[in-house]
């Protein structure tokens, strides 16, 4: 069976839903993976979808609840009973997804859902990981890994593997720990396939392993999986105890998600706008930032208004208003991006913050010269008016000068100060440099042609 | 051991070099993983670089090579002899990475290295996969995979393993084929551990498995992949022969370098910008958009010239050109910006063109109505000047739709003849919306005032 995506198919799963045709809608939904399901979810009412997560199986069920975007998973459990969620969704999930679901949840219903549940073992791993902060290698991690006596042998660790392998989707290591449960290695399921099952496992793992602590921070541990390219990575405690393990695409998502969120700082939107949002969703995404440029505007106003009569007198001044501010806009929010987008990739940084700051002026310097010396011939050439073409020269050189600082030093501050460095890109960069921009071309145009 | 990758540890690396202590070098470099001293290797000289390779295994040496960025792996090649290239590199990798090193080679001495090439296995391999466009899923997969037959047991399957097993580094899955080697599905290694081994695999495998054409693209499978949380998708030809398979790194990579690609557009910036560059690779990277900058900003001062007599009659109405030029190009950032990212993101869009415009438009209504309505309020009580309130009013309305407009439509044409839609955000909408707002601020304004 074939089903694609479409518009049309969405109007018909809507159809079966609403004449309650639960044969044919479970043809449709024995065929899609869960993460098709999440999608067509999207476009579903609350109702719509209670209806179809009543059809489906409970692992399935839950699969889709995973996969679905965080708002509307929060808007729709707020509608389900306690029990329902424990007991259709909760316990078929893997203890990390299941961590994360109860979190969103009212601390009310968060208890009566943990007090539902059936499985006390899965239930107690839910509440171990609510312990742990949210954005740390505990609280992405899952519990569910096989892990093995380093004392075994291949025959008695494949009779381990079989009793713990129930509860894990997929094995991609086996992990081998010592009496007290500190992790010693990993052990790949090939290095088991190919040696003698008499061969002890303290002869065949590997102890080159990476790991993380509980409370490493999640870029921490991204940086570490994309680095070595690791498809799974052990959280240990802090005197080395096995808590849990990391696979790649929780990795995977938070890389994506990081390098969205950036682009949407350096863009001027505020969070996610996805091609099926509403109207209103995607202007509250982007009024803020145009807020802000509107007071920056207003402000420039109030400055050039506060110049009327020197622009009045020398009216050629205002021609390059527009040059000067696209200027140190580009020129802001290039260091700004740079700036933000080093500490982003994660690169163990080896420059020290003032080589750092050395190298921007020297590009400042250097790009300052460069266009100074270009707006300089053009106007040279292109006009007879000298003060013009030294007013304009010199501020569009000091003008780019400080662009760059600032957009160098001000998301290193904000990130000294551990705020996201990337609010200072974009929309705010552009509009203070453009502020700044005026004043500096104002008084140096004033200087020049004596108003001073 | 601990060795911290410091500036002061690079600089002992080099002390070493120099004196060609090989004894100390290797015993730091024995307990570096590769990706590690492809970090350091960046702070090195092409001779320096040199002699650490020759003190590493063929297996690292290459592991390193295919570590470093692509611009530092091609320099150093070409200093290189084509039989050193083929025994101490290309003989070590994975036909995925031998591949794309080859590729990276002149022609000339691509085919010298190829019959360097002992294995002639591994060399058929290499031709085969540059046979493939470069950003397809031919182009980026490797060809070491583990295949077994349906009909054989689980007993004769591993068996088969043991023998494939020699050159694959990880196996994630086992691909089961058919007698003409076409893909039937693929057997998990947990499933064969946990069954009898005179289970027949055809009872075993899941047929349910997602794979890929070898001419999808690169973005495709990154897509799939991502969706579907797939550690490793294998790659088939048209009728379903099993020809390789590409695991998540690759995908992990690509997935950062496209956003990173994005990010970079949209900051204006040509390239990657890394911390250990040069100020002449910054510059590269930094000077061209500046320059679009500039050439609008100079349009711009031509169109305010020819207007000389307009701005000194009413020099009130350059009050407003910063506001006018801000408002346009944040607006028409945030609309290519979204543009790229909802084709980016490869979220099976069931919007249509026509949906998706008539969306934009009304968010443009939306905020141009309540933007002309602020700054109409804001000059309606700061200042007596009826004509410059409704010019401005109007202006900004009408800017902010065409800029939404322009934002939106470029993109999407940029994309529909397969330019990279990103062109079109950045310092390219924003130069063009400053000019755009400039003409209809003084048309409106004269128009106002009179002077048309």
């Known amino acids: 069976m074939q089903f694609e995506i479409t518009k049309e198919n969405i109007e018909l799963i809507r159809d079966f839903v609403k004449s309650k045709n639960s044969a044919e809608l479970l043809k449709i939904l024995d065929f899609l993976h869960p993460a098709d399901i999440a999608e067509i979810m999207d476009d579903l009412s609350v109702n719509e979808a209670k209806f179809i997560y009543l059809l489906l199986d409970g692992e399935k069920a839950s699969d889709v609840l995973v996969e679905i975007p965080d708002n509307d998973r929060r808007r729709f459990l707020k509608v389900l009973q306690p029990d329902f969620i424990a007991s259709k969704f909760i316990e078929h999930m893997d203890s990390d997804d299941a961590a994360d679901v109860v979190a969103e949840l009212d601390e009310e219903v968060q208890k009566e859902v943990l007090n539902e549940i059936e499985d006390l073992g899965q239930a107690g791993d839910i509440v171990d990981l ?3 902060e949210e954005d740390t290698a505990g609280g992405i991690m899952a ?14 660790c494949l009779k381990e593997i079989s009793s713990q392998a129930e509860e894990v989707d997929e094995i991609y290591y086996i992990y081998v720990i010592d009496d007290t449960e500190k992790l010693k290695g990993i052990l790949s399921l090939k290095k088991l396939i190919l040696n003698p099952t008499s061969t002890k496992i303290s002869k065949l793992y590997n102890a080159d392993v990476k790991m993380v602590n509980t409370d490493a921070r999640q870029e921490e541990v991204a940086e570490i999986m994309d680095k070595y390219d690791l498809v799974t990575i052990p959280v240990v405690d802090d005197i080395g105890r096995l808590k849990g393990r990391i696979t790649f695409d929780d990795v995977i998502d938070f890389v994506r998600e990081e390098a969205e969120k950036d682009y949407q700082m350096v863009s001027g939107i505020t969070g996610d706008v996805e091609p099926g949002d509403k109207i ?22 109030v400055v050039l208004s ?9 009216t050629e001044l205002a021609f390059f208003i527009p040059l000067i501010a696209a200027m140190g806009g580009n020129v802001g929010v290039q260091s700004s991006s740079i700036v933000v987008q080093s500490i982003a990739s994660g690169v163990k940084d080896i ?20 266009f100074a010396i270009l707006i300089f011939t053009y106007n040279f050439f292109s006009q007879g008016n000298m003060n013009l073409t030294y007013s304009v020269s010199l501020s569009l050189f000091i003008v780019i000068l400080f662009a760059s600082l600032f957009g160098t030093v001000i998301p290193m501050i904000l990130n000294r100060f551990k705020i996201d460095p990337a609010l200072a890109t974009g929309p705010f960069i552009t509009t203070m440099n453009d502020i700044l921009g005026l004043l500096i071309y104002l008084v140096i145009g004033k200087m020049f042609f004596g108003l001073l």
Chains 1, 2 share one sequence.
């Open 306 to 314: 506060n110049n009327e009569e020197s622009l009045k007198t020398v």
């Open 143 to 156: 519990k569910e890994l096989v892990s093995v006596n380093e004392n075994l042998t291949i025959a008695a």
């Open 130 to 132: 609510l312990e742990y």
């Open 280 to 301: 209103w969703e995607v202007l509250r995404a982007r009024l803020p930032w145009l807020l802000i440029g509107l007071l920056g505007g207003i402000l420039g106003a």
């Open 351 to 370: 420059e020290t913050t003032s080589r750092k700051l050395i190298k921007e002026v020297s590009v400042a310097l250097f790009t300052a010269t460069i």
